[in-house]
Every structure is written in C-alpha cells, then in structure tokens.
C-alpha cells in the first residue's frame, strides 16, 4: 500500500529527474522512506538513489555536529557561571 508520504515523495523526485519512470521513483521513495536498501539493476535509479543517500547523511552528520557545538557550548557556560560563583567545578 501506499501512503501520501511516499506518494508526495515520489511525485518530488520525478520532478527532480524528468526521465525517472514512476514505478522507479515509487520503489525508490519506498526504500528511502523505510531505511531498507533498494536492489536495482538501473544505473539511473542507482545514481539517483546514492545521490539521496548521500544527501540524507550529510543532513543527519551536519545536525549531530551541530548539537555537538551546542552541547559543548553548554557545557562550557555552565563552566564558566560555576566558576564565577566560586562553586565547584565537575568535569
């Protein structure tokens, strides 16, 4: 069966690569959206599938890096605020 979300999504990659046929984009966004990998002999459907792939673990790298700034700037805030109270400090 198949839902809105994977029907949208497939609608957005033929739009993004005209010569890609539906039934490939439908099997494609299916694979994406399940996080299971795509067996395909089509070296179209397989360039356009890393290319995503690549492009979704660049997103996800760049959000746990960005949490890790967050995180160590945090820390050293807190850091910093018990080391001006005269607190002791746990690292």
């Known amino acids: 069966m198949v839902d809105r979300a994977i029907a949208r999504r497939a ?8 010569s890609l046929r539906l039934t490939d984009a439908m099997s ?3 694979a994406l959206v399940s ?9 179209k459907v397989k360039r356009i599938s890393n290319a995503h792939l ?3 673990f660049e997103e996800a790298t760049k959000i ?3 949490e890790a700034i967050r995180a160590a700037r945090r820390k050293r805030t807190a850091t910093r605020l018990l080391q001006e109270n005269g607190d002791a400090v746990v690292a």
């Open 11 to 18: 609608a957005e990659l033929r739009a993004e690569h005209a």
């Open 28 to 30: 494609l966004t299916t």
């Open 35 to 43: 996080d299971a990998d795509l067996l395909t002999l089509d070296k």
């Open 54 to 56: 690549i492009e979704e």
């Open 64 to 66: 746990d890096a960005e």
